[in-house]
T-cell receptor
Framework: DAGITQSPRHKVTETGTPVTLRCHQT?????MYWYRQDPGHGLRLIHY???????DKGEVSDGYSVSRSKTEDFLLTLESATSSQTSVYFC??????????????FGSGTQLSVL | KQEVTQIPAALSVPEGENLVLNCSFT??????LQWFRQDPGKGLTSLLL?????REQTSGRLNASLDKSSGRSTLYIAASQPGDSATYLC??????????FGGGTRLMVKP
């Protein structure tokens, strides 16, 4: 398995509180992604990073921010959590982007519940 | 905008049966089409990746095909086993590994 660690694995929080999820990789891959998985919607891209301090928005970025100060860490922050952000969050990494044979490797996910 | 659909949403088969999972996509300008497996409570494991210039890929009992002109991909599983029970997801890659996922097919293989 690719060296990807997500923390925490489970979190319960209250509406309006800030939450930060962490993705840590040991593969030295340049590209990192945050997805959320919801019943009826599948996996959807939140934000991604193409290098240290280089990030961009995905399909469902509203209410989320990200930071990448080191190659190995990609943080996802919910500034003020809402119940609609209850979901399973997955981090993914890849070595390249735009290459037709490049695969994504996923972490084990973080189950977040916002009450 | 790419849309990916998987039918059926759930499938139950007896052990030993050959089966086909379907994936359709709306935008044929894809870099590749990837198939993933997801076990309950776990992340996604990449099974097969078919590049835009390829027609199929094989790994063990798995064979995936890609027909860009019709916007379809299939995952063929030969001689299914109970250990194959999982959710199978396909995803189209149109740019920079920003994948568009289908909703998945939940497969149950009964002993």
């Amino acid at each position: 398995d690719a060296g990807i660690t997500q923390s925490p694995r489970h979190k319960v929080t209250e509406t309006g509180t800030p939450v930060t999820l962490r993705c840590h990789q040991t593969e030295n891959h340049r590209y990192m992604y945050w997805y959320r998985q919801d019943p009826g919607h599948g996996l959807r891209l939140i934000h991604y990073s193409y290098g240290v301090k280089d990030t961009d928005k995905g399909e469902v970025s509203d209410g989320y921010s990200v930071s990448r100060s080191k190659t190995e860490d990609f943080l996802l922050t919910l500034e003020s959590a809402t119940s609609s952000q209850t979901s399973v969050y997955f981090c993914a990494i890849s070595d390249r982007a735009g290459a037709t044979n490049e695969k994504l490797f996923f972490g084990s996910g973080t189950q977040l519940s916002v009450l | 905008k790419q849309e990916v659909t998987q039918i059926p949403a759930a499938l139950s088969v007896p052990e030993g049966e050959n089966l086909v999972l379907n994936c359709s996509f709306t935008d044929s300008a894809i870099y590749n089409l990837q198939w993933f497996r997801q076990d309950p409570g776990k992340g996604l494991t990449s099974l097969l990746l078919i590049q835009s210039s390829q027609r199929e890929q094989t790994s063990g009992r798995l064979n995936a095909s890609l027909d860009k002109s019709s916007g379809r991909s299939t995952l063929y599983i030969a001689a299914s086993q109970p250990g194959d029970s999982a959710t199978y997801l396909c995803a189209g890659n149109n740019a920079g590994n920003m994948l568009t996922f289908g909703g998945g097919t939940r497969l149950m293989v009964k002993p």
